[in-house]
């Protein structure tokens, strides 16, 4: 097991990485001040069938436990199951010195913390990861929920006391989720270290390479990745708006289809690949990183979505400045920046993008 201290302005706090990692739940409760009176656990269907009797196993007798389970899927990061997680805190008589145990994917993890973050104006959480997205969502302290209108539009940042990230948990994944979460580990790659894209290029020439050793450095050097950008930026001032290449059309893919039929990881590679196609500089690695995502089994864009329906959501993005979309570029793997273009000058681009992916 690996433990990497993530540092922020506001918060240092441990990631604990590996082979039943989920042992150090125990302690890292026994360790915070004040003791909390109880604990509620936010998971949903999937995981809370895998692994909620395994976390209450870790607990024992030692606190009083609530659970609030939801169904899965991102579409399910919603107002209402942010306000029934509130309404459900308070019925249960959850106080400030409580912790809020955030069991699951990327969904479960964003909501219990935007959930903690405001109930009685900011209670402790700890993320306990089930995928390999989450690698990147538990860390950081970004919380939040969706609106019809754009993706986690609506959310606080609150760090968290801790991420408990056992690998073992990830053995479960269906081919689409690990998909979503190794399109994370390549973006952090792209935008940070060549040595590393090109490690995952030597290494995992399909999913069934992505386990043992190959999987915990992936997601070891994907975590210390963002903890060097979060360290400079916690709040999103500047550089840490390069977490979000292929995001900006990554985003608007999920809003187009109602969050169903896609997973945020493949959206993100779409995304990557057309902000990769936007200059001649990076249009023959965008053309390699396509045909290595073929290979691994990533599914070409869906049909039918609308370019004029895509550019407004990417106006509404949370980078969009003035009326114009913010695309994060790269001017080479490692050198990511910010371009910012007027929704006309994307649209015909966009068009042929489509028309060939």
Known sequence: ???????????????????????????????????????????????????????????????????????????????????ACQSFALEKGLDRTSVILALGGGMIGDISGFVAGTYMRGIRFIQIPTTILAHDSAVGGKTGINHPEGKNMIGVFHQPEAVIYSIEFLSSLPKNEVLSGFA???????????????????????????????????????????????????????????????????HAIEGELQYKGITHGEAVAHGMLFALSLKKVTVQLGKELKSWLQELGYAPIPDGLSVHS????????????????????????????????????????????????
């Open 1 to 83: 097991m690996k433990e990497i201290t993530i540092t922020t302005p506001s918060k240092n706090y441990p990631v604990y990485v590996g082979e039943h990692a989920v042992s150090q739940l125990s302690s890292v409760l026994e360790s915070l001040t004040p003791k909390p009176k109880n604990l509620l656990i936010i998971t949903d269907e999937n995981a809370g069938e895998l692994y909620l009797k395994t976390i209450k196993n870790e607990i024992g007798d030692s606190f009083p436990c609530e659970v609030f389970q939801m169904k899965a899927g991102d579409d399910q990061k919603s107002f209402e199951n942010y306000y």
């Open 184 to 250: 994370e580990v390549i973006k952090h790659s792209l935008i940070a270290d060549q040595s590393f894209y090109q490690y995952l290029r030597e290494n995992i020439k399909s999913l069934n390479d992505l386990k043992g050793e190959y999987l915990l450095h992936s997601l070891t050097k994907g975590i210390e990745i963002k903890n060097e950008v979060v360290t400079q930026d916690e709040r999103e001032k500047g550089i840490r708006a390069f977490l979000n290449f292929g995001h900006t059309l990554g």
């Open 310 to 357: 895509l550019i407004n959501r990417m106006k509404k993005d949370k980078k969009a400045a003035a009326g114009t979309i913010q695309m994060v570029l790269l001017e080479d793997i490692g050198h990511p920046y910010l371009a910012s273009y007027q929704a006309e000058e994307l649209e015909d681009r966009l068009a042929v993008f489509l028309s060939e992916n």
